[in-house]
């Protein structure tokens, strides 16, 4: 798994230094945004291994909703350093032969690396771009303990006058084999 996660982040680098900027803009420095703050939320669905067990049981899984807290730091046009914060807004449930049971959602927080894909504009200050790259989160387990998960993500954002953002996007914990569904809004500055 570290092997894995340890490739995928040496093929984003090498992608990252090959790509160009398709959106053709040109940065100036008084022009120049390097933060974003978001908010949004994030639907996180049960592993596939686990979905196993929970049939076995004769379980329905109902998703887990969190709040989610993302800020972006953008030293450079194509790389963004992300940090977020995931609050669960209640606890992970299962119905299971007709009664609903409750475990405690775990939040987690983490930080990585997103390389800009692609991007297309639309008009003079609004387009659309994807991000994509490994990242390391870390949860704390019903014993307190903290666990390391590391992540695949990616999402979709759409500019609107260089400054307001929308986005669309998934994740994917190896780690923990879950899989999560992010959308949210944001402000560029």
């Given at each position: ?117 692609f991007g297309t504009k639309f008009g003079e200050k ?27 993500a990616g999402r979709f954002r759409f500019i609107k ?29």
């Amino acid at each position: 798994m570290k092997t894995l996660f340890i490739m995928m982040l040496a093929l984003a680098c090498y992608v990252n230094l090959h790509a160009r900027d398709t959106t053709g803009t040109k940065d100036r420095v008084m022009n120049r945004r390097y933060f974003e703050l978001s908010f949004g939320q994030s639907k996180l669905f049960i592993s596939d291994s686990r979905l196993l067990d929970l049939r076995n049981t004769q379980a329905v899984v109902v998703p887990t909703n969190a709040i989610l807290f993302l800020a972006t730091f953008r030293p450079e046009k194509r790389l963004r350093i992300p940090a977020f914060l995931n609050l669960p807004t209640g606890p992970k449930q299962f119905i299971v032969d007709g009664l609903l049971v409750s475990e405690r959602a775990s939040p987690t927080f983490g930080t990585g690396v997103q390389f800009k894909v692609f991007g297309t504009k639309f008009g003079e200050k609004s387009g659309l771009e994807m991000e994509a790259g490994p990242m390391a989160s870390f949860l704390l387990d019903r014993g307190g303990n903290v666990r390391f998960a590391p992540i695949v993500a990616g999402r979709f954002r759409f500019i609107k006058n260089q400054d307001f953002t929308m986005y669309l996007g998934s994740s994917y914990s190896i780690g923990i084999n879950a899989f999560a569904l992010i959308y949210g809004t944001g402000y560029v500055f």
